[in-house]
């Protein structure tokens, strides 16, 4: 069984950084795919970034491309998400999520392809 607990996450003046951590248990550095996704107040849950376990492939959203970089320790299990030049609107809850054996051509950044996910961690940028 898969856990995700995220840490990390905070208020920060625009232009700034935040590193997200997302603790696994459970999961297999074999293959699947981890990633981080967002969501804004009544906004839908938007793919951030991934990250594909196998292979180390990454992919990010065209908003977040250039300051975002993801990041496996995989020695301690933790998924990281390090975001520069933050702006007003990435604020939102972010949450990390990994699926073991996604099924073949499913897109990264679609929500509805993961199985597991975490409890969330709230970043404010003003």
């Known amino acids: 069984h898969v856990q995700l607990v995220e840490s990390g996450g905070g208020s920060v003046q625009a232009g700034g950084s935040l590193r997200l951590s997302c603790e696994a248990s459970?999961?297999?550095?074999?293959?699947?795919?981890m990633g981080w996704f967002r969501q804004a107040p009544g906004k839908e849950r938007e793919g951030v970034v991934a990250?594909?376990?196998?292979?180390?492939?990454?992919y990010y959203s065209d908003s977040v491309k250039g300051r975002f970089t993801i990041s496996r320790d995989n020695a301690k299990n933790t998924l990281y998400l390090r975001m520069d030049s933050l702006k007003p609107e990435d604020t939102a809850m972010y949450y990390c999520?990994?699926?073991?054996?996604?099924?073949?051509?499913?897109?990264?950044?679609?929500?509805?392809?993961?199985?597991?996910w975490g409890q969330g961690t709230q970043v404010t940028v003003s």
């Open positions: 999520a990994a699926q073991p054996l996604p099924a073949y051509g499913a897109l990264w950044y679609k929500a509805a392809n993961f199985g597991y």
């Open positions: 459970g999961y297999s550095r074999a293959s699947g795919v």
């Open positions: 990250l594909y376990t196998g292979g180390g492939t990454t």
